[in-house]
């Protein structure tokens, strides 16, 4: 089979290479797909320059749908042939998702209503979004601040805030401000006066702050949005000293995957949806890795393996 994988740490575009591999075999509690999409994540590259280290060779990809086509031992919950979603295995095998077949230890069921393209954007930011906005606490009736809601992890937050209940204010950039306008947030710009704004919409501080961006510096603002209480406000890119400084909370908790299968169900019936900026064949990688690493994709990049 055809895998992007690396075999020394260091930039995707210089130790990224497209070559041939064994298909892995699933290990106890791991299934095998047949891949038809995978979305990328800043995460892949992080693998690239040594996010948890060993031995290599080592895949990317790390959101997969496909159709079930071997199971390991102890999996009961799907069978050979069904269509899926989810996480693929990164450590335990030399190639991941950006492959022909992948092997995934977290899936739900796609739905027939989905789109397997569609189905690969949603993964990771199901998994976090789900997290983040739990480890929050959102409730409805709350005004929410969700910060970088213009990125994949912010744009599923808002909508899972929404679906809570909540009042959701959106800041994020221009590109996607229509789309989380309809979804029902208020959407305010970044930059000057961004706090005078928040204030203005919800009445006063805000009772949740989601900082769902990329890492920044914006730490300080929101929680002098937040009426200087850090304890209200939660990031999912800029842990460290200066977040546990300024008592701002952290994403770190068990994953969520549990929750692939039922926001799968709501994409299905159109509930819920992440927006792909463009999808590439396998082949095509090298653009896709250089459209993500300029942080303007606007939404999900995704390899289409069979293509």
């Excluded at 496909?66 to 919950?77: K, P, Q």
């Excluded at 959106?170 to 401000?177: K, N, R």
């Excluded at 590439?280 to 942080?295: F, I, M, N």
Aim: hydrophobic share 45%.
């Amino acid at each position: 089979m055809q895998s992007l994988r690396f075999l020394t740490y260091g930039e995707p575009a210089d130790v990224l290479r497209l070559e041939d591999a064994e298909a892995p075999t699933p290990k106890p509690g791991h299934i095998r797909v047949k891949v038809h999409a995978c979305g990328l994540n800043p995460a892949d590259w992080a693998l690239c320059r040594g996010l948890f280290a060993q031995d290599l060779p080592r895949g990317v990809g790390l959101d997969v749908s496909g159709i079930v086509d071997a199971v390991g031992e102890s999996v009961t919950d799907v069978t050979v042939g069904d269509r899926v979603l989810g996480a693929a295995e990164f450590r335990a095998y030399p190639t991941a998702g950006a492959s022909d077949y992948a092997i995934l230890h977290a899936w739900g069921i796609a739905p027939e209503g989905l789109d397997l393209v569609d189905a690969a954007a949603l993964p990771m930011a199901i998994e976090t979004g789900y997290r983040c906005i739990d480890l929050l606490g959102v409730t409805g009736g709350q005004t929410v601040l969700i910060y970088g809601a213009g990125s994949v992890i912010g744009f599923a937050a808002v909508q899972m805030a929404l679906l809570r209940g909540a009042r959701v204010i959106a800041a994020a950039g221009p590109s996607l401000a229509p789309k989380l306008h309809d979804l029902g947030a208020e959407v305010t710009a970044y930059g000057d006066g961004m706090g005078e704004r928040v204030r203005g919409l919800a009445g006063g501080a805000p009772d949740l702050i989601f900082d769902g961006g990329p890492p920044s510096d914006a730490l300080p603002a929101l929680v002098e949005i937040a009426g200087g209480d850090g304890a209200r406000v939660l990031t999912v890119g800029n842990h460290g000293p200066k977040a546990e400084a300024l008592g701002v909370r952290n994403s770190w908790a068990p994953p969520r995957n549990d929750m692939l299968g039922a926001f799968a169900a709501l994409a299905a019936e159109g509930k819920f949806y992440i927006p792909i900026a463009r999808t590439y064949p396998l082949t095509e990688w090298r653009d896709a890795v250089v459209a993500s690493l300029s942080g303007h994709a606007h939404g999900k990049l995704v390899l289409l393996p069979g293509a």
